[in-house]
């Protein structure tokens, strides 16, 4: 019981943290339908994105737009015990946190363990870092206006 709750509620928050996106970027037409994706529909990609460590790279896949070319909401697999660059994206994005433990955090700021069912918001433009500090892979569901990218800070400046 309490497995699907938290399922639940994970849902519901990634319904919320891609709202806006959804309206901004799919109003609704008349005769249009609904769009339902089962799990085992998702093709996932190799990002490129890789961490300080070798865990592996991030993989993506489309739940709604193209990450790559604009509006987007992407179910986003980063392997257990990765540890992320610090980094900056040009767009703002919200993420659910759906399975693993996750971490991200502007640089400077102290770690904020964030387990299934957590949220974050990231502005575009603040160096910080994001993490799975779990043992198995971290799933998130990731909104954002704009084109992800995935621009490293130099931190020996």
Same mark, same amino acid.
């Given at each position: 019981?309490?497995? +699907? ?5 994970? #849902?519901? *928050? $990634? ?5 806006? *996106? ?6 609704? +037409? ?13 093709? @996932? ?9 070798? $865990?592996? %790279?991030?993989?993506?896949? %489309? ?16 392997? *257990?015990?990765?540890?992320?660059? !610090? ?14 433990? $996750? !971490? ?7 770690? !904020? ?5 957590? @949220? ?13 500090? %779990? ?6 569901? !990731? %909104?954002?206006?704009?084109? #992800? ?9």
């Amino acid at each position: 019981m309490f497995h +699907k709750t938290l399922t639940l509620l994970t #849902f519901i *928050a $990634a319904l919320a943290c891609s709202g806006a *996106a959804f309206a901004q970027t799919a109003p609704a +037409k008349p005769g249009s339908e609904n769009i339902s994706t089962p799990v085992t529909d998702l093709t @996932f990609f190799d990002t490129g994105i890789n961490g300080v460590t070798d $865990a592996g %790279s991030i993989l993506g896949a %489309s739940a709604f737009g193209d990450m790559t070319k604009g509006e987007h909401s992407t179910w986003i697999r980063m392997p *257990a015990r990765f540890n992320g660059a !610090v980094h900056t994206h040009t767009y703002d994005f919200w993420v659910a946190v759906v399975s693993g433990v $996750a !971490v991200n955090t502007g640089v400077g700021g102290e770690d !904020v363990t964030l387990p299934a069912g957590s @949220f974050w918001f990231q502005p575009g433009g603040k160096p910080h870092y994001t993490n799975c500090i %779990s043992t198995v892979e971290c799933v998130y569901f !990731v %909104s954002q206006n704009g084109t #992800f990218d995935y621009n490293v800070v130099d931190t020996k400046k």
